[in-house]
């Protein structure tokens, strides 16, 4: 699916994200492993590297280079699989990067990337300035783009994620289940891309169905995408009602 959906309200600037995949741990030729890249101030970040989003990146126009920020809402795997080839590209690509890269995740980052560098050494940036950052509940801005991050019900790193320019919120959850803290992250957001794990059945640390639809009560998002999407939802026959609508691959969301 290549659809594009605008939500601008005719304005000229703003926010473009494009979602890499929708799907989750259980590999699938439907949906790849959940991703986000947003444009918004200038900047380009990436939204969580599981399994083959380099190689989805690619498939969507970008190289590694093309991305300045890169958050990891968590680490498991399905999350963070491709973070070591995303920053291996970046020292051995086509060119060597000489971009900086800020990477930013919940508690635990630095010790995360530590261990990472401990197994694959060649990660440790040859040419270009990486800066790791920790943001488990907080804010950075930096040239027109604010970054805001609340701990997620989920794991105990979990992260869900405001991005904001001009006033425009866009918000991506990550993996979590109910709580106040990501009812607080998508009220009133202009987008809120969420996880919503199954339809109907209920498993903890994630939401189905009936949890967002609680949690959009509360918030009142004026447009949410679901997404890490299990299998079940392939049976789903049932009716999303605005503002709800079910997330594909490569669907593209103008802000």
Request: with cysteine; charged share 25%; net charge neutral.
């Amino acid at each position: 699916m290549r659809e594009t959906i605008s939500v601008r309200d005719g304005r000229e600037d703003g926010m473009r994200i494009k979602i890499l995949g929708t799907g989750t741990s259980i590999p699938s030729l439907k949906r790849g492993s959940s991703s986000y890249v947003v444009h918004g101030a200038g900047k380009t970040i990436l939204i969580d590297a599981g399994p083959a989003v380099v190689r989805r990146l690619l498939e969507f126009g970008y190289v590694v280079d093309d991305i300045d920020i890169l958050i990891i809402t968590h680490f498991h795997v399905d999350h963070t699989a491709d973070l070591s080839t995303f920053l291996f590209a970046c020292n051995y690509g086509l060119t060597a990067r000489e971009k900086p890269l800020s990477l930013i995740g919940g508690q635990g980052m630095h010790k995360f990337f530590r261990g990472l560098k401990a197994v694959y050494p060649w990660l440790a940036p040859k040419h270009y300035l990486l800066t790791v950052k920790s943001l488990p509940s907080g804010s950075i801005e930096e040239d027109g783009l604010r970054i805001e991050t609340k701990k997620m019900n989920h794991n105990r790193e979990s992260i869900g994620v405001t991005l904001i320019v001009d006033g425009t919120r866009c918000v991506i959850t990550g993996d979590t289940d109910y709580s106040s803290n990501l009812v607080s992250l998508a009220r009133d957001a202009k987008l809120l891309i969420a996880e919503c794990a199954f339809p109907e059945k209920k498993v903890k640390g994630h939401m189905n169905l009936e949890t967002l639809k609680r949690v959009v009560g509360e918030a009142k998002p004026q447009r949410v995408i679901l997404t890490h999407l299990y299998p079940d939802w392939d049976d789903f026959r049932g009716i999303l009602h605005a503002p709800l609508l079910l997330g594909e691959d490569g669907l593209e969301i103008r802000l």
